[in-house]
Nanobody
């Protein structure tokens, strides 16, 4: 049974930083691309970032490009999202997701497993 557990969320002032972690179990981690999505109140879930199984390719939403960095440690079965220069509009629940295979899809339907989410709140 695949389990994805996010951590690292919290309350931060605008301009601050947070690092989210997602620990995966129940899967062969290096066979999966990993992604981050977020959902703000009253809005649809949106793509944030994705990283290929080997960490060599990444893709970001335009809204976070240059501020967020996705990375992974296959030895620890963990994916990270470093978030810098946070803005109030980054406030959302952030979800980790796993995508089987060697692709780099960016749609929610490309991902088969999801974590429970972690809240990020950015105050102005």
């Amino acid at each position: 049974q695949v389990q994805l557990v996010e951590s690292g969320g919290g309350l931060v002032q605008a301009g601050g930083s947070l690092r989210l972690s997602c620990a995966a179990s129940g899967l062969t981690f290096s066979s999966y691309a990993m992604g981050w999505f977020r959902q703000a109140p009253g809005k649809e879930r949106e793509f944030v970032a994705v990283i290929r199984w080997n960490g060599l390719n990444t893709y970001y939403a335009d809204s976070v490009k240059g501020r967020f960095t996705i990375s992974r440690d296959n030895a620890k079965n963990t994916v990270y999202l470093q978030m810098n220069n946070l803005k109030p509009e980054d406030t959302a629940v952030y979800y980790c997701a796993a995508q089987w295979g060697y692709g780099l899809g960016r749609k929610a339907t490309d991902f088969g497993s999801w974590g429970q989410g972690t809240q990020v709140t950015v105050s102005s």
